[in-house]
């Protein structure tokens, strides 16, 4: 059994431009074949019609994304076949990894940056965002971080719920796509069922946020400080109250911190016993580096047993 002769049908060509301005193609062919017995994947596997997935011959970007053929009624010694192609398809990606099994497909990765608001009292280069007297903007001037915001898409064999749940919330143990240990956090997983190819699978989303580290210029001493990333976070030791000694009884008591004399509930740079870091009255110059606390507000967890592997072109040049 097989195909005699394939003749593309007069007429039987078409085309024009949709989406984005990206070209499609249609072509249409008349097939014979030596018995009424032949098979629709005989009659397209024949040699003689174009492959699904393969590139048009007169437009290399458009590629075959469908063929079809069927058999005369009439004469079933005759085929009618068809193929259409498309230089950009719906999903912007290669056609053939749709006929992949779906885990293994090409995972799709996409980033942006998002703004991370940080209190604090120094500007880039260490100085105090205060006036002239020493006292803080209120409010302070808007100064972010900027996070790279990461979103991958896989198919997955199973949910693994119970598994994934363990790393909600939790920040990079482990050096991750750049990201030092501590700058990436995973903020999101979401998944749900998806009938492909004859079985289920679970299509997954993962948001990661990084948020690098830098070194901040603190006003005294060339010192500095490292602020940014998700875990250990560096918080700044100030607030509305100081603990103050009376020159009398020498006791100690939580009070307001004063503002060129006035309570107005503005935080104050603080020791790291609680008493106010005030100016030196004869520089007007801090007498102490303000101090940043070290907190661990995150766990932690190892970002490769997710098994994330980024498409290649991700990294980094």
């Given at each position: 059994?097989?195909?005699?002769?394939?003749?593309?049908?007069?007429?039987?060509?078409?085309?024009?431009?949709?989406?984005?301005?990206?070209?499609?193609?249609?072509?249409?062919?008349?097939?014979?074949?030596?018995?009424?017995?032949?098979?629709?994947?005989?009659?397209?596997?024949?040699?003689?019609?174009?492959?699904?997935?393969?590139?048009?011959?007169?437009?290399?970007?458009?590629?075959?994304?469908?063929?079809?053929?069927?058999?005369?009624?009439?004469?079933?010694?005759?085929?009618?076949?068809?193929?259409?192609?498309?230089?950009?398809?719906?999903?912007?990606?290669?056609?053939?990894?749709?006929?992949?099994?779906?885990?293994?497909?090409?995972?799709?990765?996409?980033?942006?940056?998002?703004?991370?608001?940080?209190?604090?009292?120094?500007?880039?280069?260490?100085?105090?965002?205060?006036?002239?007297?020493g006292t803080p903007f209120d409010p302070p001037p808007d100064?972010?971080?900027?996070?790279?915001?990461?979103?991958?898409?896989?198919?997955?064999?199973?949910?693994?719920?119970?598994?994934?749940?363990?790393?909600?919330?939790?920040?990079?143990?482990?050096?991750?796509?750049?990201?030092?240990?501590?700058?990436?956090?995973?903020?999101?997983?979401?998944?749900?069922?998806?009938?492909?190819?004859?079985?289920?699978?679970?299509?997954?989303?993962?948001?990661?946020?990084?948020?690098?580290?830098?070194?901040?210029?603190?006003?005294?001493?060339?010192?500095?400080?490292?602020?940014?990333?998700?875990?250990?976070?560096?918080?700044?030791?100030?607030?509305?109250?100081?603990?103050?000694?009376?020159?009398?009884?020498?006791?100690?008591?939580?009070?307001?911190?004063?503002?060129?004399?006035?309570?107005?509930?503005?935080?104050?740079?603080?020791?790291?016993?609680?008493?106010?870091?005030?100016?030196?009255?004869?520089?007007?110059?801090?007498?102490?580096?303000?101090?940043?606390?070290?907190?661990?507000?995150?766990?932690?967890?190892?970002?490769?047993?997710l098994n994330l592997v980024p498409p290649p072109g991700w990294?980094?040049?």
């Open positions: 059994m097989g195909v005699l002769w394939v003749h593309e049908k007069p007429g039987g060509k078409s085309g024009g431009q949709g989406e984005r301005g990206a070209n499609d193609f249609h072509n249409e062919w008349l097939i014979k074949c030596d018995t009424p017995l032949e098979t629709r994947l005989g009659v397209l596997s024949c040699g003689s019609l174009p492959e699904y997935g393969s590139p048009h011959p007169e437009n290399m970007l458009a590629t075959c994304t469908k063929t079809d053929a069927r058999q005369h009624a009439d004469d079933p010694f005759f085929w009618d076949a068809q193929a259409d192609w498309a230089e950009s398809p719906r999903s912007g990606r290669d056609p053939k990894d749709d006929q992949k099994q779906p885990d293994m497909r090409r995972p799709r990765w996409s980033a942006k940056y998002v703004p991370f608001p940080l209190a604090r009292f120094l500007d880039y280069e260490g100085q105090l965002l205060a006036d002239a007297a100064m972010p971080i900027y996070a790279e915001e990461i979103t991958i898409f896989q198919y997955e064999a199973v949910a693994r719920r119970t598994f994934k749940r363990g790393f909600m919330g939790r920040a990079n143990a482990d050096v991750w796509q750049g990201a030092a240990i501590g700058e990436a956090l995973i903020d999101d997983i979401s998944t749900e069922d998806e009938y492909i190819q004859g079985q289920y699978w679970w299509p997954t989303t993962y948001r990661i946020l990084i948020k690098p580290f830098f070194i901040l210029p603190l006003p005294l001493n060339n010192a500095t400080v490292q602020i940014g990333g998700w875990d250990p976070e560096m918080i700044l030791n100030a607030g509305p109250l100081a603990w103050v000694q009376d020159s009398v009884t020498h006791k100690w008591t939580k009070e307001p911190v004063r503002h060129s004399g006035f309570y107005d509930g503005r935080p104050a740079l603080l020791y790291s016993d609680g008493e106010e870091i005030l100016p030196n009255p004869d520089t007007k110059v801090l007498s102490a580096n303000p101090i940043f606390g070290t907190f661990h507000t995150k766990k932690t967890a190892t970002f490769a047993a990294e980094d040049e």
